[in-house]
């Protein structure tokens, strides 16, 4: 799609039966100890197939993404808890960069009642515009270089919007803002986090996560096994 | 048919394979993908008196043939374990083997006794955890420590008794030779090798506890050495582990004098690895001739 995004579509119609939007995948790498957690982008439930959009970030998603179109791999999947599909209203999708594709999946159920507010570094780095579109969901692209759609940061772009849910993905700081922008509209707010990860199914507690208890105090929970998304209220951030 | 059971200390197991603490949770994860019965026990998640919080993350990363981890005993407390998980897990048809980890002498002996009137069919003593601030490691690596908290613990505990040793010391024989003469049943070698990676961008180790414990295929021939070693020098049944990542592997670790074997970084490559390792073991029992697995142990034929 990009330099360094690339765009998979796999057959695998037994996870295409059950897969949520914001659940992840665990692929296997020959020679590599450790799967690569990769968000599902979306679901073909019809086709049998699940599509991940993914960037390379080191050697492991470099290696994956000279697979080519025939070539099987090894996937552990559907893994996590998604994103709320019953949430009332129009939900506002806010997304980041290597983030926006897990959104993609939530557009395809909220459709209409979406507005995709969407932000990425440069006008080269923009992906995913048009098949967010195609999903009916009102969609606004912000750079932070302003040289593609609204210029700055994708949660001051969500401002000029009406929504009354919010679910982001993306960057740290981007996610403080999103929770911070829901508190002040006074909207339920999920977020989808990432942490270093091995076995992906909460046997090892490796992708700890920082949360918040119902008493307030914290504890350490995981992005695999209690995520990847989570409502807002519980994430220490 | 060959026979794939194996006895250590007394307790039997179907098969030698053991899932190795801290890898496996307490077995409800990977219960979802086969039953548990598919490997001869299970080592539970190192259990200490009290809840422990674990370290702030990044807590694992991928190495070269490997990974390091600095989960640090997150864990809710042995009366958590005995109450929530342990009725569930003892219908499971696998052998329990509870890790218990501790910061002082008391704490393992009291934890221990905890453990006393419950069906676990054994206790694994570690002491060698790298990754906790007095994590258990400070007992593992003078031989006179790991045979005073042997006995020490040796003198409460009701089961047999199984003393995991740390490959970060000088000479394992001799630790090994300790917690023998402390009166351990058995010992399990290796815990992890610490070792540190460094982001170059941010000049921040990779891990937030800064180093980290080294598993994997990349450890296998260290643990085969030390296994190898330890064998020459204690009488006590030898349970190997270290980056066993096939059957091959296996057979090596029971050559080099493991009793049995457990399994941990391979089950995030793969999960379905102690179906493979058990079926391939069995295939290479029965084109040898190899009618048991304690036949195999301390098979090699050194140079």
């Given at each position: 799609m990009t330099a360094d995004v690339f765009d998979f579509t796999v057959e695998a119609p037994a996870f295409a039966d059950v897969a949520q939007p914001g659940q992840f995948a665990q692929i296997r790498l020959p020679g590599h100890t450790l799967r690569r957690p990769i968000s599902i982008c979306n679901i073909d439930r019809d086709r049998g197939t699940l599509r991940f959009v993914f960037q390379v970030r080191g050697a492991g998603t470099e290696e994956l993404s000279r697979y080519k179109s025939g070539d099987s791999l090894e996937i552990l999947a559907p893994l996590g808890h998604g994103f709320p599909?019953?949430?009332?209203g129009r939900v506002l999708l806010v997304g980041g960069g290597s983030g926006t594709p897990p959104l993609l999946g939530v557009a395809a159920q909220y459709r209409e009642n979406a507005v995709a507010v969407l932000g990425y570094r440069t006008a080269s780095a923009v992906i995913l515009e048009q098949d967010f579109r195609d999903m009916g969901a009102k969609t606004v692209i912000a750079t932070d270089d302003g040289?593609?759609?609204?210029?700055?940061?994708v949660t001051d772009a969500a401002r000029q919007e009406q929504f009354s849910a919010v679910v982001a993905c993306g960057p740290l700081p981007m996610l403080r803002a999103a929770r911070d922008l829901a508190v002040e509209r006074g909207v339920p707010c999920y977020l989808s986090l990432e942490e270093r990860m091995a076995?992906?199914?909460?046997?090892?507690?490796?992708?700890a996560v920082s949360l918040v208890d119902e008493a307030g105090q914290p504890y350490y929970g995981h992005v695999c096994k209690d995520g990847p998304v989570f409502p807002a209220e519980k994430v220490a951030l | 048919m060959t026979d794939l059971s194996v006895n250590v200390a007394g307790v039997g197991f179907h098969n030698p394979l053991i899932a190795a603490s801290?890898?496996?949770?307490?077995g409800r994860e990977y219960a979802e993908f086969y039953?548990?019965?598919?490997?001869?026990g299970i080592s539970t998640k190192?259990?200490?008196?009290h809840p422990r919080p674990g370290?702030?993350?990044?807590r694992v990363t991928e190495t070269p043939g490997g990974m390091l981890n600095?989960?640090?005993?997150q864990n809710p407390g042995v009366d958590a374990f005995i109450q929530q998980e342990l009725p569930w897990l003892s219908r499971q048809g696998t052998r329990i083997v509870a890790n218990v980890a501790g910061s002082a002498v008391e704490d393992y002996c009291q934890t221990v006794e905890k453990l006393?009137?419950?069906?676990?069919n054994m206790v694994e003593l570690n002491?060698?955890?790298?990754?906790?601030?007095?994590?258990?490691a400070q007992f593992g690596t003078s031989a006179q420590s790991v045979y005073d908290i042997t006995r020490a613990v040796r003198d409460v505990c009701k089961k047999p008794l199984m003393v995991k040793l740390s490959p970060?010391?000088?000479?394992i024989s001799e630790m090994a030779v300790a917690a023998e003469h402390g009166g351990a049943d058995a010992v399990s070698l290796i815990n992890t090798l610490t070792g540190l990676r460094v982001?170059?961008?941010?000049?921040?180790?990779?891990?937030h506890n800064n180093t980290g414990g080294l598993s994997g295929p990349a450890v296998l021939p260290v643990a085969l050495r030390m296994v190898w070693q330890v064998h020459q020098k204690v009488k006590i049944p030898i349970v190997g582990l270290g980056g066993i990542s096939t059957w091959q592997d296996a057979v090596e670790m029971l050559f080099c004098g493991a009793s049995a074997l457990q399994l941990g970084t391979v089950l995030f490559t793969d999960p379905y690895a102690p179906v493979k390792i058990a079926q391939g073991l069995s295939e290479y029992m029965e084109k040898n001739g190899v009618a048991h697995v304690a036949d195999l142990t301390g098979g090699i034929r050194p140079w």
């Open positions: 599909l019953d949430l009332p040289t593609y759609g609204y210029s700055g940061l076995c992906g199914i909460g046997a090892c507690l490796g992708c | 801290g890898t496996f949770g307490f039953p548990l019965s598919v490997f001869g190192g259990t200490t008196l370290n702030p993350p990044p600095a989960v640090g005993l006393n009137p419950t069906c676990v002491i060698s955890c790298p990754n906790v601030k007095e994590g258990g970060n010391v000088t000479d982001d170059i961008r941010t000049r921040r180790p990779i891990l």
